[in-house]
């Protein structure tokens, strides 16, 4: 059963082969078993899970059941959940329990799914490595002298060593599909809206996006049946009638067109890396689809305008960090003004403290037009790239990263060189697009590389029929990691 | 362009940060590694082109003008540092 997906668990449970109760305790058993190496959860409370774990079982008894009823989830810390603690990965909420559930949290446990604990992540989803956590690295169950990317890697790692069938995560450049590429499953990051965002901490709110990470695209499509869908109290949530994304996972293959960018085969692209990418670019050109060179000749500029963009909007969504109402307080404080000063000091890590240093600096008086402008303008000139590219093409394929999991420490003392982790994931928030990862092989090390596909607006259903169509003739999703056997 | 020591100061008092002396040689340094990062789409022409502030072209949605909130001030203080008579409590503003 821990290594069932959640299509699997939901014939199981259905069946009455076992519980809910019975299967959260397994799972449970197993966090207790490799949390202590891997760190992956910040935050697990049995009774909480099995108190909705027997719930989940009355539902059933009583013929109230969906797909997902009883199956176990881990959600990324950046959730807010009621009566169990919420901490970002970082020390400013360190003893936070939210007084509401994220919208997000509210659908899943409607749909009847039950709560295994809180994921580890990079303080305030600032990292690609995981490594920025108040509490902790997250160790990668492929190697655990690697990273296992971020910064949802807790989630990626509770899925990728069967502690979770299934988790949760937050996108804002590449937070779901990174750590889901170096860790070997599967993560959607959804078109921009489609998910809300409501009491999902804030970090750069024109990005941000949630999104399931799981083992397998059927899986990603019956989370996100369950996650998507219109809420009014996320302001850029969209109105939209509910759709399935498991419609198209039978897609016939034949006289796709997928757009190859050679700017995401470029220098930086790790040979191992393209060799596996490639070989499934010609599985899908084997199967009767067109390999299309399409070019998007401003995703070079993408780092540098993220880099604008994304530390403007946390320097102002994390300016609600003053110890007044919620979180860290510094103590024995002078006046207001030491306290917001020492509370933020001490409550904030290394790698936030920059973003905030350099998003304040882009807003500044004198500094706004020639940074913060002209990144929205470039912005812009991104989205069209695509908007131009999707003339020629259904979707876009490439590598989710330029290299498999790095070590613990590698790329701790230069920022710029971690940023690079995400230098393909990053084009597609921009645009606002859908983009998803899915495993395509491993290198000499037997560490995980990720296949990367970006569609266009709203095409969630086409993106997973693809990765569907893929993981049925292909077993890289199934393996189990080397440390954490079953 | 590169920022010295002063101009950090002065951002991170504006973002009510304070950097110690003994970290602010390495703040300083990593901080014009990102800003030199930076600097390269600033040479790009961009006359002409409008700003995109968003990811999807879309209106902020509007709402009858009508309380839709109920009071949940308790739920919501329990979770503050200190609180008082239903007031958040900070130090002493004026004197």
Same mark, same amino acid.
């Given at each position: 059963?821990?290594?069932?997906?959640v299509?699997?668990?939901?014939?199981?449970?259905?069946?009455?082969?076992?519980s809910?109760?019975?299967?959260?305790?397994?799972?449970?058993?197993r966090?207790?078993?490799?949390?202590?190496?891997?760190?992956?959860?910040?935050?697990?409370?049995?009774?909480?899970?099995?108190?909705?774990?027997?719930r989940?079982?009355?539902?059933?008894?009583?013929?109230?059941?969906?797909?997902l009823?009883?199956?176990? /989830?881990?959600?990324?810390? /950046?959730?807010?959940?009621?009566?169990?603690?919420?901490?970002?990965? @970082?020390?400013?909420l360190?003893?936070?329990?939210?007084?509401?559930?994220?919208?997000? /949290?509210?659908?899943?446990?409607?749909?009847?799914?039950?709560?295994?604990?809180?994921?580890?992540?990079?303080?305030?989803?600032?990292?690609?490595?995981?490594? =920025?956590?108040?509490?902790?690295?997250?160790?990668?169950a492929w190697?655990?002298?690697?990273?296992?990317?971020?910064?949802s890697?807790? @989630?990626?790692?509770?899925?990728?060593?069967?502690?979770?069938?299934?988790?949760?995560? =937050?996108? =804002?450049?590449g937070?779901?599909?990174? %750590?889901?590429?170096?860790?070997?499953?599967?993560?959607?990051?959804?078109?921009?809206?489609?998910?809300?965002?409501?009491?999902?901490i804030?970090?750069? @709110?024109s990005?941000?996006?949630?999104?399931?990470?799981?083992?397998?695209?059927?899986?990603?499509?019956?989370?996100?049946?369950?996650m998507?869908?219109?809420?009014?109290?996320? @302001?850029?949530?969209?109105?939209?009638?509910?759709?399935?994304?498991s419609?198209?996972?039978?897609?016939d293959?034949?006289?796709?067109?997928?757009?190859?960018?050679?700017?995401?085969?470029?220098?930086?692209?790790?040979?191992?890396? &393209?060799?596996?990418?490639?070989?499934?670019?010609?599985?899908?050109?084997?199967?009767?689809?067109?390999?299309?060179?399409?070019?998007?000749?401003?995703?070079?500029?993408?780092? %540098?305008?993220?880099?604008?963009?994304?530390?403007?909007?946390?320097?102002?969504?994390l300016?609600?960090?003053?110890g007044?109402?919620?979180?860290?307080?510094?103590?024995?404080?002078?006046?207001?003004?030491?306290?917001?000063?020492?509370?933020?000091?001490?409550?904030?890590?290394?790698?936030?403290?920059?973003r905030i240093?350099?998003?304040?600096?882009?807003l500044?008086?004198g500094?706004?037009?020639?940074?913060?402008?002209?990144?929205?303008?470039? &912005?812009?000139?991104?989205?069209?790239?695509?908007?131009?590219?999707?003339?020629?093409?259904?979707?876009?394929?490439?590598?989710?990263?330029?290299?498999?999991?790095f070590?613990?420490g590698?790329?701790?003392?230069? %920022?710029?060189q971690?940023?690079?982790?995400?230098?393909?994931?990053?084009p597609?928030?921009?645009?606002?697009?859908?983009?998803?990862s899915?495993?395509?092989?491993f290198?000499?090390?037997?560490?995980?590389?990720?296949?990367q596909?970006?569609?266009?607006?709203?095409?969630?259903?086409l993106?997973?029929?693809?990765?569907?169509?893929?993981?049925?003739?292909?077993?890289?999703?199934?393996?189990? %990691?080397?440390e954490?056997?079953? | 362009?590169?920022?010295?020591k002063?101009?950090?100061?002065?951002i991170?008092r504006?973002?009510r940060?304070?950097?110690?002396?003994?970290?602010?040689?390495?703040v300083?340094?990593?901080?014009?590694?990102?800003?030199?990062?930076?600097?390269?789409?600033?040479?790009?022409?961009?006359?002409?082109?409008?700003?995109?502030?968003?990811?999807?072209?879309?209106?902020?949605r509007?709402?009858?003008?009508?309380?839709?909130?109920?009071d949940q001030?308790?739920?919501?203080?329990?979770?503050?540092?200190?609180?008082?008579r239903?007031?958040?409590?900070?130090?002493?503003?004026?004197?």
């Amino acid at each position: 059963m821990l290594n069932a997906t959640v299509a699997e668990l939901s014939s199981a449970l259905a069946a009455r082969r076992i519980s809910s109760v019975e299967l959260a305790q397994l799972f449970l058993d197993r966090i207790e078993r490799l949390n202590g190496v891997l760190n992956a959860f910040i935050t697990v409370d049995a009774e909480h899970t099995l108190k909705e774990a027997r719930r989940a079982d009355a539902s059933r008894a009583r013929q109230d059941a969906g797909p997902l009823t009883g199956i176990p /989830i881990a959600h990324k810390d /950046i959730y807010c959940t009621r009566g169990l603690r919420t901490t970002c990965g @970082s020390r400013m909420l360190a003893n936070f329990v939210s007084p509401y559930d994220a919208r997000v /949290i509210e659908r899943l446990a409607e749909a009847g799914m039950v709560t295994l604990g809180k994921t580890n992540m990079d303080e305030f989803a600032m990292g690609s490595s995981n490594e =920025t956590s108040y509490f902790g690295p997250v160790r990668n169950a492929w190697s655990a002298a690697c990273v296992p990317g971020g910064s949802s890697g807790g @989630s990626a790692v509770a899925v990728s060593a069967r502690m979770a069938p299934a988790a949760t995560g =937050t996108d =804002t450049g590449g937070s779901i599909r990174q %750590p889901a590429a170096l860790t070997g499953i599967c993560g959607l990051k959804p078109t921009y809206g489609l998910v809300s965002r409501y009491g999902m901490i804030a970090f750069a @709110s024109s990005l941000d996006q949630g999104g399931p990470m799981a083992r397998t695209a059927q899986d990603l499509a019956l989370l996100l049946n369950a996650m998507a869908g219109f809420d009014n109290r996320d @302001s850029t949530s969209v109105e939209r009638a509910p759709e399935d994304y498991s419609r198209m996972l039978e897609l016939d293959l034949a006289g796709l067109r997928i757009g190859v960018p050679a700017e995401f085969f470029g220098e930086g692209l790790d040979a191992a890396v &393209r060799k596996q990418v490639e070989g499934a670019m010609r599985w899908y050109g084997e199967q009767g689809a067109r390999m299309v060179p399409v070019r998007l000749p401003n995703a070079g500029l993408a780092l %540098p305008v993220y880099y604008v963009l994304a530390p403007a909007e946390a320097s102002s969504n994390l300016a609600r960090y003053d110890g007044v109402r919620y979180g860290h307080r510094a103590q024995d404080c002078a006046d207001l003004l030491d306290m917001y000063v020492r509370t933020r000091t001490e409550g904030f890590g290394e790698e936030v403290k920059r973003r905030i240093l350099v998003g304040t600096y882009v807003l500044s008086h004198g500094y706004y037009d020639a940074y913060y402008l002209q990144a929205q303008k470039l &912005r812009r000139l991104i989205a069209r790239d695509f908007a131009a590219a999707y003339h020629d093409c259904d979707l876009i394929m490439g590598p989710t990263a330029p290299t498999t999991a790095f070590a613990l420490g590698a790329k701790m003392d230069d %920022p710029v060189q971690m940023y690079l982790n995400d230098i393909y994931t990053i084009p597609a928030p921009l645009a606002g697009l859908p983009a998803l990862s899915i495993p395509c092989g491993f290198d000499a090390k037997g560490l995980p590389v990720g296949l990367q596909l970006t569609g266009n607006y709203f095409s969630e259903a086409l993106l997973l029929g693809m990765a569907h169509r893929y993981q049925q003739a292909s077993d890289w999703h199934l393996r189990v %990691p080397a440390e954490t056997p079953l | 362009m590169s920022l010295s020591k002063d101009e950090v100061d002065r951002i991170a008092r504006l973002a009510r940060l304070a950097v110690r002396p003994d970290e602010s040689a390495a703040v300083l340094e990593r901080l014009n590694r990102v800003l030199g990062m930076i600097e390269t789409m600033r040479a790009v022409d961009t006359r002409g082109v409008e700003p995109m502030a968003h990811a999807l072209d879309v209106v902020q949605r509007l709402r009858p003008d009508a309380v839709t909130e109920s009071d949940q001030h308790a739920a919501l203080q329990a979770v503050a540092p200190a609180v008082e008579r239903d007031l958040y409590l900070v130090p002493k503003v004026i004197e």
